[in-house]
């Protein structure tokens, strides 16, 4: 009897592997693609899956749900991994695996599979979700059990079976690529020390090569969520397509990182991301407007766990729940309007503006207009002070 299998299929060189390879251990495989924005077409995908054996593909358009419960709780919660990942493809994967275990639930399927590396993050986000939403299911890794060693030997093995791939033994990177940005590593890049070709670019403009010429856009936000740009009202995908076209005109939101994976290894990787970049500046320059000092301080260090728990694949977590309910309740005056400057790779808030905005100009200013009582000073630093005096006298 034919075995069934549901396979996360991203249409890459590994995915594709995996249906003839589980083709030709005797599963049926279904191959499930969730559009989260790649940014390409999805017949060549469809075409790619049916070459290497698929018997169904199953197609979902997952873009806005993406951006409405991945996308916006994170960015509200201004988790950025190790300070410069903003999680783009770790935010797509509870996403994808949800649907998955749907996709086998609504086939009668007991069975799904992914075509993550054992030494990777991905398979870690897939498992650890599929699990949580049933723990019946049999997951399969084939790139854990199969016999090749690398991606040279996949791509021979590929071009045997005749299965249209779109990476080459020159060009051999493994590119991620979703509405909130792209990731790339393998080939060149990992070597350390050599600095990421030409080539590696992929969504914006080497800042060498961007727009001579600053460039000004304004963010609308709502409880902190962007909702408009330049004044026109947008909803999330369509803000983010248009904002991205814009910064990757100025080379905004490139980073590298030596990252730590979940496995405990390290890994060097090359991320794009222009319009996460300028909401991420803008939405953090209009709390520190709108926030008192004490809640930015205690966000901030539950931003780097709210990461951690993204990037490790606990999205659906206890911990990671608890952190939104919080997180939520911060937003609640975090409305307003931001501009920001975008040249040669940099972006820079240069303006805000808020109903609940905490600036105040007369108590700010040292123009004859201040309006703060200076006398009072001086209790406030007496007070403040009074449990420290004297304790370190005689050190000196």
């Not at 996308?71 to 509870?94: H, Q």
Request: some cysteine.
């Amino acid at each position: 009897m034919t075995q069934r299998v549901v396979l996360a299929y991203s249409g890459g060189l590994d995915t594709s592997v995996c249906v003839r390879w589980l083709q030709e251990r005797g599963y049926e495989v279904i191959a499930f693609m969730a559009d989260v924005g790649q940014g390409k077409s999805l017949g060549p995908t469809m075409k790619r899956a049916r070459a290497a054996g698929a018997r169904r593909i199953v197609v979902r358009d997952l873009r806005g749900e993406f951006v409405r419960d991945y996308v916006w709780p994170t960015l509200k919660a201004d988790a950025v991994y190790e300070g410069k990942y903003y999680l783009a493809t770790a935010l797509s994967r509870p996403l994808i695996a949800k649907h998955l275990v749907e996709v086998a639930h609504r086939h009668g399927v007991r069975t799904v599979a992914h075509g993550c590396t054992g030494k990777g993050n991905d398979q870690v986000r897939f498992e650890v979700t599929a699990r949580m939403l049933d723990p019946t299911l049999r997951i399969m890794a084939p790139l854990r059990e199969w016999e090749f060693r690398s991606r040279e030997e996949e791509i021979d093995y590929a071009l045997r079976h005749r299965i249209p791939i779109d990476v080459t033994k020159k060009s051999p990177y493994s590119i991620d690529q979703n509405l909130w940005g792209v990731s790339l590593e393998a080939g060149v890049l990992e070597n350390p020390w050599a600095e990421p070709p030409a080539d590696t670019y992929r969504s914006l403009r080497a800042p060498e090569r961007a727009a001579g010429r600053p460039g000004y856009v304004t963010v609308g936000f709502a409880r902190g969520v962007p909702v408009s740009l330049n004044g026109q009202r947008l909803e999330g995908v369509r803000l983010i397509e248009r904002l991205s076209q814009l910064a990757a005109r100025h080379g905004v939101g490139r980073s590298e990182l030596i990252e730590s994976r979940v496995v405990g290894i390290k890994s060097r990787e090359v991320y794009e991301a222009p319009a996460a970049a300028v909401l991420y500046e803008a939405h953090q320059d209009l709390q520190r407007f709108v926030l008192d000092g004490k809640l930015l301080a205690v966000k901030a260090a539950l931003a780097s766990t709210y990461a951690e728990l993204v990037y490790g694949g606990l999205w659906f977590s206890p911990l990671k729940r608890a952190l939104d309910a919080f997180v939520q309740e911060t937003q609640r005056r975090v409305t307003g309007t931001v501009r920001l400057k975008l040249f040669k790779g940099s972006c820079q808030a240069v303006g805000r503006r808020s109903p609940h905005g905490l600036y105040r100009e007369r108590l700010a200013t040292y123009s004859a207009k201040d309006a703060f009582d200076q006398r009072a000073a001086e209790g406030f630093i007496k007070l403040l002070g009074l449990p420290y005096e004297g304790t370190l006298k005689g050190r000196g």
